[in-house]
């Protein structure tokens, strides 16, 4: 079972920025394209981010231009750096495999707020 532990979260003015991380417990983390996802109070959870296996990112319309997906395989990490934060950014921040979830690690909070 792959384990995933999210960090980096925090409270930040609107305009700010956070770097969040996910650290994967797998050797296998560099075969996997990786994901963040995230959920606000009362919605369901979205996508954010995907980075595929050669480092290629896409992004939600809503954080395109903002948010920056990359991966370090040699530390079986992924890294979500989020720029321009808006108060609409705030919500629990979770990563995962992208083809096949495995089990969510407990997320890390970002809220945005003056």
């Known amino acids: 079972q792959v384990q995933l532990v999210e960090s980096g979260g925090g409270l930040v003015q609107p305009g700010g920025s956070l770097r969040l991380s996910c650290a994967a417990s797998t050797s296998l983390f560099s075969f996997y394209t990786m994901a963040w996802y995230r959920q606000a109070p009362g919605k369901q959870r979205e996508l954010v981010a995907t980075?595929?296996?050669?480092?290629?990112?896409n992004y939600a319309d809503s954080v395109k231009g903002r948010f920056t997906i990359s991966r370090d395989n040699s530390k079986n990490t992924v890294y979500l750096q989020m720029n321009s934060l808006k108060p609409d950014d705030t919500a629990v921040y979770y990563c995962?495999?992208?083809?096949?979830?495995?089990?969510w690690g407990q997320g890390t909070q970002v809220t945005v707020s003056s």
């Open positions: 995962n495999r992208f083809n096949a979830p495995t089990s």
């Open positions: 980075i595929t296996t050669g480092g290629t990112g």
